[in-house]
């Protein structure tokens, strides 16, 4: 006698996930002159370990594993990973304008170069652990445009980078909120 299989189905729907972000304008994409040296640090924050790629997959991969059992997590986890995914097309646009490449490859000091890797990401077994690691992840990301801030004298391009911070920051506090919401 064949058992039946019981039909497993995710009932938790993405339909309308927007951005989740300040609600506040992006500067233009701008840049006052080519600078190789600048795309190629803001390459880092591309594709880099600590970047937007970083950040968006590791969101991604954690919506996916939340959304059977905590679907109002992984809509939320969705909506910061396509703000991410903003960051990501808005820096890409500045490592154009500023002369540089967009290849997954983080230009480094001193000429090295890394590709992109999935060993970059942080992906823990729970959802506690899930939250704190994407904590600490915007927290990195945070520490990173500032020393870029302070590095890079092209106030257009600092000006995108503060704008992403204001994200970054939002991000943190719903995180926060997240985690208390788990029991």
């Known amino acids: 006698m064949e058992e039946k299989r019981k039909l497993l189905v995710n009932t938790c729907s993405f339909a309308g996930v927007k951005p989740i972000m300040m609600d506040l304008p992006y500067p233009p994409i701008q840049v006052k002159e080519r600078n190789r040296a600048y795309a ?6 591309y594709c880099g370990s600590v970047s937007e790629l970083s950040a968006i997959t590791q969101y991604i991969n954690n919506e996916n594993r939340l959304s059977c059992d905590m679907c109002q997590m992984a809509k939320t986890l969705l909506g910061i990973a396509v703000a991410e995914m903003m960051h990501l097309q808005k820096l890409g646009e500045l490592i154009i304008l500023l002369g540089g490449q967009l290849d997954f490859t983080a230009k480094m000091r001193g000429g090295r170069r890394k590709i992109w890797t999935p060993e970059y990401l942080n992906i823990p077994e729970n959802a506690r652990k899930m939250l704190q ?3 600490e992840a915007e927290r990195a990301a945070i520490s990173q445009y500032e020393a870029h801030i302070r590095t890079i004298k092209d106030c257009y391009v600092n ?3 503060a704008r992403i911070i204001k994200d970054e920051e939002y991000h943190i506090i719903l995180l926060k909120a997240l985690m208390k919401e788990i029991k």
């Open 40 to 45: 190629d640090m803001l390459s880092i924050d």
């Open 159 to 161: 000006a995108v980078l």
């Open 133 to 135: 690691a994407d904590i």
